[in-house]
């Protein structure tokens, strides 16, 4: 099994654009999420989803739009980027939604992404 | 709502010193508890969790953590670390029930001197 593959690793956007992070699973998970990680703020939650079709707002969920079609695929999409969006972010996924049941959350490798 | 205090943003030990990071939280319904480790430029991986039974569990790589219901501590150790163990750990809660979602804290930066 890959796990939970991210892509792109590396990206740099001007102000404005748009763009289309990357994120699957192959372990059958029901519950995916999206995190961002900024220095001495811990992970953060974007927007999760428990299932396909079934997608939620989580802390910090403005600026990104995210849709789940199939079980596997998780895209988070940054609308009109903005420097503010700087940052590592993470894919996540688990069983079941967040840890209801203990289930742990396996994550991927990270995106970072640099808005000038 | 559940919320997640690391007391200590670096920790600085020598190789094979004993090492302690502190983890309280905030709930009101009844929790389950998460160590995760993020070694540099990795994603995060889960080092050990508390759901119920036994106090003091035990993760991978020789580290240990325990569960204080009236202290609502979820303090992680190692007797005796190493340079490898140089990372980022985060501690993260979740009610126990079915909706509840993951809560991390701001991690602590375990550093390994020789």
């Known amino acids: 099994n890959a796990g939970v593959t991210q892509t792109p690793k590396f990206q740099v956007l001007k102000t404005g654009q748009s763009m289309t992070l990357q994120c699957a699973q192959d372990?059958?998970?029901?519950?995916m999420s999206w995190y961002r990680q900024d220095p001495g703020m811990g992970l953060r939650l974007i927007h999760y989803s428990v299932g396909a079709g079934i997608t939620d707002q989580g802390e910090v969920p403005n600026g990104y739009n995210v849709s789940r079609s199939t079980t596997e695929d998780f895209p988070l999409r940054l609308l009109s980027a903005a420097p503010s969006q700087t940052s590592v972010y993470f894919c996540?996924?688990?069983?079941?939604?967040?840890?209801?049941?203990?289930?742990?959350?396996?994550f991927g490798p990270g995106t970072r992404l640099t808005v000038t | 709502a559940q919320s997640v205090t690391q007391l200590d943003s670096q920790v600085p030990v020598f190789e094979e010193a004993p090492v302690e990071l502190r983890c309280n939280y905030s709930?009101?319904?009844?929790?389950?508890l998460f160590w995760y480790v993020q070694y540099p430029n990795q994603g995060l991986q889960l080092l050990l969790k508390y759901l119920s039974g036994s106090t003091l569990v035990k993760g991978i790589n020789g580290f240990e953590a325990e569960f204080n219901k009236s202290q609502t501590s979820f303090h992680l150790r190692k007797p005796s670390v190493h340079i490898s163990d140089t990372a980022e750990y985060f501690c993260?809660?979740?009610?126990?029930?079915?909706?509840?979602?993951?809560?991390f804290g701001k991690g602590t930066k375990l550093t390994v001197n020789p």
């Open positions: 996540a996924s688990s069983w079941a939604i967040g840890t209801g049941g203990g289930y742990e959350q396996y």
């Open positions: 709930s009101s319904v009844s929790v389950y």
């Open positions: 993260a809660v979740s009610g126990q029930g079915g909706s509840e979602k993951l809560v």
């Open positions: 372990m059958n998970h029901e519950y």
